[in-house]
């Protein structure tokens, strides 16, 4: 039992009730008679896999869907929001998976966008500065309001998301995986003001697909599978595999399969390597850098958000053009970064970390993001060949388990979880020999983790090299077979599987000396 289990207050009757809410889209049923209640001062976590109706289910809260059958009862009256500042108006704050803020407009524009503060008949942005000053300040972000928010990394901007809720003294807080973008120090600050919110009674709904957060920060747990509420439990008394057994509709004997790949020769060598930090704010932010990848291999990249990791393999992977500087070798030939396009050619394949900005093209089809990176093969005088390409992600989308009526759906209307395995398709449908997963597992559920990292196992037991990133530092451990660890971008410290542990990491990733 956690911390937060064993001091929750004594909750009151319920402050919102959905009960038998059904939706469809396209005649798909995607809630089947969802009956669910959430009360004052409780985290209450909606647990399930990616398509199981959670991200709908809060839709329907926020006001985005107002075409659903049941009935809401917010503090024991009947409501339907007509869109979302309808629901923003009744105290109910959503934080969506998918950072909803307009990068070219200031922080705290950003902040108080759609419920700026007059006074008269004009906006007083000395009143916003302060409050926004005050609210970052509990987020632990010392930073100027003023400033685009395109000058700040993901993290940040996940920050300001939370700030909008807190902001505008929500009753109801809803966070759509919350810490999908923070480091651990973040993640912890994030939790702290979980605690203080319902300590104050307020009415907190968490998603996550991290166990460790579930439990760390939850008192109720509702399993949704299929659309359907499956079971609401007190935390306390519903065992982690329980939970993973309901969610997935059956057991999961080992959430992290054995690793069974066997390493090879050399595949990528570099040495003094320099990557530009693309803030500008220094000249490198990788500096002087040495490590191999060998056939077969998994090799984790450590560190805190900024450390360099994301930076590196969008270097190697061409992103910066040919400013990186140093030596490089992959499959025993020179390999100089130049751009995607040639660094695809070479076989390298890069998973960003963030799949809404720099990932899919939410407006085409599954199918057609899938080839994306390969349309070479299927376009050889110009002109698609869309039988091949059908085929090809077809394939694919048995191969990965893709949740998708057909290729030619448009890719926005799967769920997060498939949208991440649509991005690793396109990337297989390359043929790589390196792999640069930056984030790989974010947003995607317990079941398609494990199949996941599965394919992991496949793909480097034919012969592929793997640099992965993960800030869900047991899944790092847990599939790497070597673990590189940068600070400030620098390398700090490097660990074999048997040596590696989370607080060897954390403190190197810190820039602490390691005792053996």
Same mark, same amino acid.
């Given at each position: 039992?956690?911390?937060?289990?064993?001091?929750?207050?004594?909750?009151?009757?319920?402050?919102?009730?959905?009960?038998?809410?059904?939706?469809?889209?396209?005649?798909?049923?995607?809630?089947?008679?969802?009956?669910?209640?959430?009360?004052?001062?409780?985290? /209450?976590?909606?647990?399930?896999?990616?398509?199981?109706?959670?991200?709908?289910?809060?839709?329907?809260?926020?006001?985005?869907?107002?075409?659903?059958?049941?009935?809401?009862?917010?503090?024991?009256?009947?409501?339907?929001?007509?869109?979302?500042?309808?629901?923003?108006?009744?105290?109910?704050?959503?934080?969506?998976?998918?950072?909803?803020?307009?990068?070219?407009?200031?922080?705290?524009?950003?902040?108080?966008?759609?419920?700026?503060?007059?006074?008269? /008949?004009?906006?007083?942005?000395?009143?916003?500065?302060?409050? @926004?000053?005050?609210?970052?300040?509990?987020?632990?972000?010392?930073?100027?309001?003023?400033?685009?928010?395109?000058?700040?990394?993901?993290?940040?901007?996940?920050?300001?998301?939370? *700030?909008? +809720?807190?902001?505008?003294?929500?009753?109801?807080?809803?966070? $759509?995986?919350?810490?999908?973008?923070?480091?651990?120090?973040?993640?912890?600050?994030?939790?702290?003001?979980?605690?203080?919110?319902?300590?104050?009674?307020?009415?907190?709904?968490?998603?996550? /697909?991290?166990?460790?957060?579930?439990?760390?920060?939850?008192?109720?747990?509702?399993?949704?599978? $299929?659309?359907?509420?499956?079971?609401?439990?007190?935390?306390?008394?519903?065992?982690?595999?329980?939970?993973?057994?309901?969610?997935?509709?059956?057991?999961?004997?080992?959430?992290?399969?054995?690793?069974?790949?066997?390493?090879?020769?050399?595949?990528?060598?570099?040495?003094?390597?320099?990557?530009? $930090?693309?803030?500008?704010?220094?000249?490198?932010?990788? !500096?002087?850098?040495?490590?191999?990848?060998?056939?077969?291999?998994?090799?984790?990249?450590?560190?805190?958000?900024?450390?360099?990791?994301?930076?590196?393999? /969008?270097?190697?992977?061409?992103?910066?053009?040919?400013?990186?500087?140093?030596?490089?070798?992959?499959?025993?030939?020179?390999?100089?970064?130049? #751009?995607?396009?040639?660094?695809?050619?070479?076989?390298?394949?890069?998973?960003?970390?963030?799949?809404?900005? #720099?990932?899919?093209?939410?407006?085409?089809?599954?199918?057609?993001?899938?080839?994306? +990176?390969?349309?070479?093969?299927? #376009?050889?005088?110009?002109?698609?060949?869309?039988?091949?390409? *059908? *085929?090809?992600?077809?394939?694919?989308?048995?191969?990965?388990?893709?949740?998708?009526?057909?290729?030619?759906?448009?890719?926005?209307?799967?769920?997060?979880?498939?949208?991440?395995?649509?991005?690793?398709?396109?990337?297989?449908?390359?043929?790589?020999?390196?792999?640069?997963?930056?984030?790989?597992?974010?947003?995607?559920?317990?079941?398609?983790?494990?199949?996941?990292?599965?394919?992991?196992?496949?793909?480097?037991?034919?012969?592929?090299?793997?640099?992965?990133?993960?800030?869900?530092?047991?899944?790092?451990?847990?599939?790497?077979?070597?673990?590189?660890?940068?600070?400030?971008?620098?390398?700090?410290? !490097?660990?074999?599987?048997?040596?590696?542990?989370?607080?060897?990491?954390?403190? *190197?990733?810190?820039?602490?000396?390691?005792? @053996?």
């Amino acid at each position: 039992m956690t911390a937060a289990q064993q001091t929750a207050p004594r909750l009151s009757a319920p402050v919102l009730r959905m009960t038998g809410i059904k939706k469809s889209f396209s005649g798909v049923a995607v809630l089947i008679g969802v009956d669910w209640a959430l009360r004052a001062g409780e985290v /209450h976590i909606l647990a399930g896999e990616n398509g199981a109706g959670k991200t709908t289910l809060i839709k329907i809260l926020a006001g985005v869907h107002s075409d659903f059958s049941g009935t809401i009862t917010l503090s024991g009256k009947p409501v339907r929001f007509r869109g979302p500042q309808d629901a923003a108006g009744h105290g109910i704050a959503v934080i969506h998976q998918d950072i909803a803020v307009v990068p070219s407009m200031s922080v705290r524009d950003n902040i108080f966008l759609g419920r700026e503060i007059v006074r008269g /008949h004009r906006v007083c942005f000395r009143a916003e500065r302060d409050r @926004a000053r005050a609210v970052l300040g509990r987020l632990g972000l010392d930073i100027d309001s003023s400033r685009l928010l395109e000058d700040f990394p993901v993290s940040v901007r996940q920050m300001v998301e939370i *700030a909008k +809720a807190l902001v505008h003294d929500a009753r109801i807080i809803v966070m $759509d995986e919350p810490t999908s973008a923070l480091n651990e120090v973040e993640a912890s600050r994030l939790f702290k003001i979980v605690g203080d919110l319902r300590s104050q009674g307020r009415a907190i709904v968490f998603i996550s /697909h991290r166990l460790e957060e579930i439990y760390r920060v939850g008192q109720t747990i509702t399993v949704l599978r $299929d659309g359907r509420a499956v079971g609401t439990f007190p935390a306390a008394e519903l065992p982690p595999d329980r939970l993973v057994e309901l969610m997935v509709g059956r057991a999961v004997d080992r959430l992290f399969p054995p690793r069974t790949a066997k390493l090879g020769g050399l595949l990528l060598q570099a040495e003094g390597v320099s990557v530009p $930090d693309p803030s500008g704010i220094k000249p490198w932010a990788v !500096e002087g850098l040495d490590f191999r990848l060998r056939a077969g291999e998994i090799l984790g990249l450590a560190g805190l958000r900024g450390g360099g990791a994301s930076e590196l393999v /969008h270097g190697l992977f061409g992103s910066f053009g040919k400013r990186v500087r140093g030596r490089i070798r992959l499959a025993g030939e020179a390999y100089v970064p130049q #751009s995607p396009g040639c660094a695809i050619r070479r076989g390298l394949a890069l998973l960003t970390n963030d799949r809404k900005s #720099s990932g899919l093209v939410p407006t085409m089809s599954v199918g057609r993001n899938i080839s994306l +990176a390969s349309l070479g093969r299927f #376009s050889p005088w110009g002109w698609i060949k869309t039988g091949r390409e *059908a *085929a090809a992600a077809g394939r694919l989308i048995e191969t990965l388990g893709i949740k998708a009526g057909a290729a030619d759906e448009v890719v926005a209307n799967l769920s997060g979880g498939n949208q991440q395995k649509v991005l690793l398709a396109r990337w297989l449908e390359t043929s790589p020999k390196v792999l640069l997963l930056d984030e790989p597992t974010s947003g995607i559920d317990i079941g398609a983790k494990n199949e996941i990292y599965r394919l992991l196992d496949i793909w480097t037991s034919e012969g592929k090299g793997v640099l992965l990133i993960t800030s869900e530092l047991p899944e790092l451990l847990a599939l790497s077979d070597r673990v590189m660890v940068l600070h400030r971008g620098r390398f700090i410290d !490097e660990f074999d599987r048997g040596e590696a542990t989370q607080e060897r990491v954390i403190k *190197a990733a810190m820039g602490m000396e390691n005792q @053996a």
